[in-house]
């Protein structure tokens, strides 16, 4: 890689970092939320949920228009309502105004992952595109090692609101980041056909059966993944006695191996296929997906054993999808598509999240009932993205 694209991927990463610890730390803080404000495991899923439905409505909305734009532009715009949104967050003084605020970040923080992997995918070849993607996704591996147990420890000494106004503060500085070092990113705007219909976006997709394959997988991995991950911290701590103090260690464990193995994950997806690097990966995920919806016992080093395996598989799995599906558009449609495929993501999730809400109960004595059931659908949901993803396919760029 050159400096400039060294320097790019750097502070593409800076902004899902933010991104991501902003989406990740409601699910760690569900235990105290759930206290504080009254709440049962249902309202909280709501809580999680408002941040993906709005997300997936403004991506929807954004595939109108985004291609249209330089996408630094976009980004920009992007990430200063998404910081704001955030910061609002901090002063929501009930259960409500929280889910207000949780749905004014999500619906700029929707356009901020699509246009992340836009700008990947309109900069690095299909042949390298895999690594930078490793690359990006280490910043969910130091969101996990840094963001959550920092966000966890200010909201025990200081409550609940001061992670989202420290990072609303190191937001401000990313959007310096961003307006200063990021250069035009319009390569998509040459060579365009025509002006048309906003609605030819849709009707593009709706006729390609490879695209709508590539929708198709990202669906079933964000039903399998967010039906399990927001329910991990409470049923931990409800179950099987796990401290709720030792929460963030969950997070620093599986950030930290993640951190070595995104990046190496990537480049094997670049020399060895990216369907048969997801295909192992997808299979290993399997067994810590069923450990953690199935513990027994919240012996420290057991937990985080699970945990630790479990950040490494399934992320594993995603970076090579990542890949895969960028790979289906040209350029000139990348960012719409790209938009959709966010959009389809977050309403899964939001869906995923409400699934998991729905089938876990909480009994009289505070124990929360069902969960490996939601672990059974999650695994089931990973069968039909191996033989999905074996259907996509890859156009030349």
């Known amino acids: ?163 989202f106004l420290v990072l609303g503060g190191l937001g401000i500085i990313v959007i310096f980041l961003i307006y200063k070092y990021v250069p035009t990113l319009d390569k998509h705007l040459k060579n365009r056909q025509p002006k048309q219909s906003p609605f030819a976006v849709i009707t593009d997709i709706t006729k390609n ?43 620093f464990v599986g950030g930290l191996l993640t951190i070595f193995s995104a990046p190496m994950v990537g480049k094997l997806a670049d020399r060895k296929g990216k369907y048969p690097v997801f295909v192992i990966f997808a299979f290993l995920s399997m067994i810590p997906i069923f450990l953690i919806t199935n513990m027994f016992s919240g012996v420290l080093w057991g937990v985080l054993v699970i945990a630790g395996i479990f950040f490494v598989f399934s992320n594993g799995r995603l970076i090579p999808t990542q890949a895969i599906i960028s790979s289906v558009v040209t350029p000139q449609q990348r960012g719409s598509f790209m938009a959709i495929n966010s959009s389809v993501q977050l309403f899964a999730q939001a869906i995923a999240t409400n699934i998991g809400g729905f089938i876990i109960h909480k009994n009289a004595s505070g124990y929360l009932e069902n969960y490996p059931y939601v672990g059974y659908f999650a695994i089931i949901m990973i069968f039909f993205s191996i033989f999905i993803a074996k259907t996509v396919r890859p156009i030349a760029q």
């Open 209 to 251: 059966p490879n695209q709508l394959r590539a929708l198709g997988l990202s669906t079933i991995i964000m039903l399998g993944h967010f039906s399990i991950i927001p329910y991990i911290s409470p049923t931990l701590v409800a179950n099987v006695g796990y401290s709720q103090d030792n929460i963030f260690l969950i997070y």
């Open 1 to 163: 890689m050159t400096q400039k694209e060294k320097l790019l991927l750097f502070i593409l990463a800076c902004i899902n970092f933010t991104h991501i610890i902003d989406f990740m730390i409601m699910m760690p803080l569900g235990p105290q939320l759930m206290e504080i404000f009254d709440i049962s495991p249902r309202q909280f899923g709501f809580v999680v949920s408002a941040y993906g439905l709005s997300a997936g409505v403004s991506g929807f909305l954004a595939a109108f228009f985004v291609d249209n734009y330089d996408r630094k532009k976009v980004v920009l715009f992007a990430y200063i309502g998404f910081v704001a949104g955030t910061i609002a967050c901090a002063f929501a003084p009930t259960y409500e105004i929280l889910i207000l605020t949780r749905t004014i970040a999500g619906t700029f923080g929707g356009l901020i992952g699509a246009q992340v992997m836009s700008i990947v995918a309109d900069t690095f070849e299909y042949e390298r595109r895999a690594t930078a993607m490793g690359f990006i996704t280490t910043a969910f591996s130091l969101a996990a090692v840094v963001g959550i147990p920092s966000g966890l420890f200010l909201a025990a000494k200081f409550g609940w609101h001061s992670p």
